[in-house]
């Protein structure tokens, strides 16, 4: 099987630090260290002490998706696939990111269908879309939204399904305190968008019940 590379209609603009003007670790460190203070505790006791440190790597993992660019995960397709034109679904791909008016998690699953058109995409690059995106700060909204623009710039499908499920610690941790409350996310393009049988399709495969 033949891979094609083809440019991405919409390359991801990524803000160099300097434009971003990110502070330094040491001063990331810092304020994670006056947030240890405003609690009321002691930054400075045995168990603490590194805790700004260990604080700052976690979270330069947690947000890394904002120095990777998804679409290039896309660039690479095969076309050579015995004549396939049906339904391409990745259902139940793990992701967890974090609100961006708390900064609590929120965790669930992504499903992800598509019509090809020109060529597919190997599988396991949809994952790395959804991660990339989810290591950022985000809404579900715009995650969904995010998601489905990247993969529909970079393969023009005949239609496109994607679909988020996830439970917001900001409304099980603080607020209203609700565990185990779910929320789902949509966004159609294509004949997805205009026929609702291929909607009802799609939900069909992603509850797993078959066509």
């Known amino acids: 099987m033949d891979a094609v590379l083809k440019p991405v209609a919409k390359p991801f603009e990524r803000k160099t630090p300097d434009e971003l003007q990110r502070p330094s670790r040491e001063e990331a460190e810092a304020a994670v260290r006056t947030i240890l203070a405003w609690t009321g505790d002691d930054p400075d006791r045995e168990g603490l002490v590194d805790t700004p440190k260990r604080v700052v790597k976690a979270l330069s993992q947690l947000y890394s998706g904002y120095f990777e660019d998804p679409a290039e995960h896309l660039s690479r397709t095969f076309e050579d696939v015995g004549g396939y034109k049906d339904i391409v679904l990745v259902r139940g791909i793990p992701f967890h990111s974090h609100c961006e008016h708390h900064m609590l998690p929120f965790i669930g699953e992504a499903h992800i269908a598509y019509y090809p058109a020109d060529g597919v995409v190997g599988l ?62 949509t966004q159609f393009t294509g004949v997805f968008q205009d026929e609702p049988a291929e909607q009802a399709k799609f939900m069909t495969l992603v509850r797993g019940k078959g066509v």
Do not use: W, Y
């Open 124 to 185: 396991s690059k949809l994952a790395r879309v959804v991660d990339i995106f989810a290591k950022r700060l985000q809404t579900q909204e715009n995650l969904t939204a995010q998601v489905a623009s990247v993969i529909d710039d970079a393969l023009a499908p005949r239609g496109l399904a994607v679909m988020l499920e996830a439970e917001h610690q900001c409304m099980t941790m603080r607020g209203v305190q609700k565990p185990g409350v779910s929320t789902i996310t």
